[in-house]
């Protein structure tokens, strides 16, 4: 006997009833109302993070959960977060590791807490060690090849990529992985990126130091807009680059101030963080196999610009 439930006209009108209560902040679901906490490595104003979070809370909206949000770039103190997180006897934990070591002790608190504990973002390496679940983001070494790929069939032969958070180890892998399939020259360029007036005056006197650079790469989107102004300043012919989008990268691709953005669709990153540990809760499912789940990385240049502008409008891209 067929199960109704199997039909694609049912699947279609339960999975619009799902988007139809997300919507409207209603749960979809009848599961007990979990607490899960996200604790993240984010600065303060990161619109990479915006763009997570809302993921993150509409993927709550849908499953019935109690969503908890913190962040700090400092890595002791996001590891007291999660500490704070693991007090609260939250049911499920979702913690970024763009510094491992620091993180360690916290994460191995959690498991022990009997807290499940899904990563993402950054520490793809390390996040199985840690005893996670699952990770789930780009490779950032995998995505920093794709860059490195980009930028020689660009014609390009001498690089900067500007790293603006000194010890974080997905900075590090894409520059890295750029490195590595890159034909030509790629120096890194470290940055306070707490502080634009200086990651601009910095671009601003590498580009009039060495007019040979023909390439800038930046690992944020905030500091796409930053690097176009300093291209400005020292009257660069340097081409844009950056990883991540938001509303402003779309419209510099869309007018040809940035030449490609690598998008690792953080939207995902924080939706799917949410489900997982939700399907984890409910049904003891995990994806991945024991490896990370992907959500990039996705080369977009101008002729994607106009399709992505919704999205990063409304702030899902």
Known sequence: MALAGCSSTGGKRAEDAREAAAARGKAAVSTPRWTFAMVTHSGDGDTFWDIVQKGAREASAKDNINFLYSHHDEAQQQAQLVDAAVDKEVDGLIVTLAKPAAMKAAVERARKAGIPVVTINSGSAESKEFGALTHIGQDETVAGEAVGTELTERGHR??????????????????????????????????DGTNMPDVQAS???????????????????????????AKRDADSEAEIDTFDLNASVAAALGDGSLGFAVDQQPYLQGYEAVDL????????????GGGPVLTGPQIVTRDQAAELADYTERGTR
Not at 181 to 190: A, C, H, I, M, P
Not at 278 to 283: Q, S, T, V
């Open 203 to 229: 671009i601003v006197a590498k580009l009039q130091a060495d007019r040979d650079v023909d390439a800038v790469v930046t690992l944020g989107a905030p500091f796409a807009a930053t690097a176009i102004k």
């Open 277 to 288: 540990l939700w399907l984890y809760k409910y049904n003891a499912d995990v994806l991945g």
């Open 158 to 191: 001498k690089a900067v990529c500007v790293l603006h958070e000194q010890g974080n180890v997905g900075h590090e892998q894409r520059c890295a992985g750029a490195r590595k399939t890159f034909r030509g020259e790629l120096e890194n360029l470290y940055v």
